[in-house]
């Protein structure tokens, strides 16, 4: 198959967001002077992945997720606290500890002389995504960045993906290839809108889905195998 369009989820996919995340986490509880317990962090995760299901599912805004994630995780402290505040210092701190997904740059690099053009298509926050792309270095591989909070679809939302090949200017949905570490996001969602799907599973995951993604990688240099 011969693709129009390599569109490539960010977080977890490109830019190790786990890493990052962790670093903003602590330090945002230092700020609060607060020393950070081994434990905090995984509660914070499973409020900010409840958070973000609702927002994904139009239950709440991109506003109300920025607060309503901080203010669950001080209700569990039983700690006063501003979560706006927080959330604040946990984006600047964020948007400076960016680091890339091992052989994410080696990738996109071999990707070039293919001619391919390439997209990021992200659910995420402009005014975090757009700064760590480019901080990451490699927002100059892409033709097009899409973020979902631009837009007004969060992926899975068939809109998201809509709206996305309106973007491209795609006319046939299965010259597009998304690649991305999310099952329900990047993979599911983008089976539905048609496209051919490759599922980077660094882990060795199992998956449940009705229709299996089109390629399974576990290392992102795999990729140019596929295509080549």
């Known amino acids: 198959m011969t693709y129009q369009w390599l569109i490539f989820d960010a977080d977890n996919t490109l830019l190790d967001f786990t890493r990052s995340a962790r670093i903003a986490?602590?330090?945002?509880?230092?700020?609060?002077?607060?020393?950070?317990?081994?434990?905090?962090?995984?509660?914070?995760?499973?409020?900010?992945?409840?958070?973000?299901?609702?927002?994904?599912?139009?239950?709440?805004?991109?506003?109300?997720?920025?607060?309503?994630?901080?203010?669950?995780?001080?209700?569990?402290?039983?700690?006063?606290?501003?979560?706006g505040e927080m959330n604040a210092y946990y984006f600047d701190v964020l948007k400076r500890s960016t680091f890339?997904?091992?052989?994410?740059?080696?990738?996109?690099?071999?990707?070039?002389?293919?001619?391919?053009?390439?997209?990021?298509?992200?659910?995420?926050?402009?005014?975090?995504?757009?700064?760590?792309?480019?901080?990451?270095?490699?927002?100059?591989?892409?033709?097009e960045i899409i973020v979902s909070e631009e837009i007004g679809y969060f992926k899975p939302n068939p809109g998201f993906f809509h709206t996305t090949a309106e973007r491209l200017r795609v006319q046939e949905s299965d010259r597009i290839l998304m690649i991305g570490d999310s099952l329900h996001s990047d993979i599911e969602g983008a089976q539905r809108a048609g496209w051919d799907t490759c599922w980077y599973n660094p882990n060795g995951d199992s998956h449940s889905l009705a229709s299996s993604p089109s390629f399974i990688i576990s290392r992102l240099h795999q990729l140019m195998e596929i295509l080549t």
């Open 25 to 83: 986490f602590t330090e945002t509880l230092r700020s609060i002077d607060l020393e950070p317990d081994g434990a905090f962090f995984e509660v914070y995760h499973q409020i900010n992945v409840e958070c973000w299901g609702d927002l994904e599912a139009g239950r709440i805004s991109p506003e109300e997720l920025k607060i309503l994630r901080f203010s669950r995780f001080l209700d569990y402290l039983g700690k006063e606290g501003n979560p």
């Open 100 to 143: 890339r997904v091992d052989g994410a740059l080696d990738l996109l690099e071999a990707l070039r002389p293919l001619g391919i053009p390439m997209a990021i298509a992200t659910n995420g926050l402009a005014e975090v995504q757009r700064p760590r792309l480019e901080q990451a270095g490699i927002d100059h591989f892409f033709e």
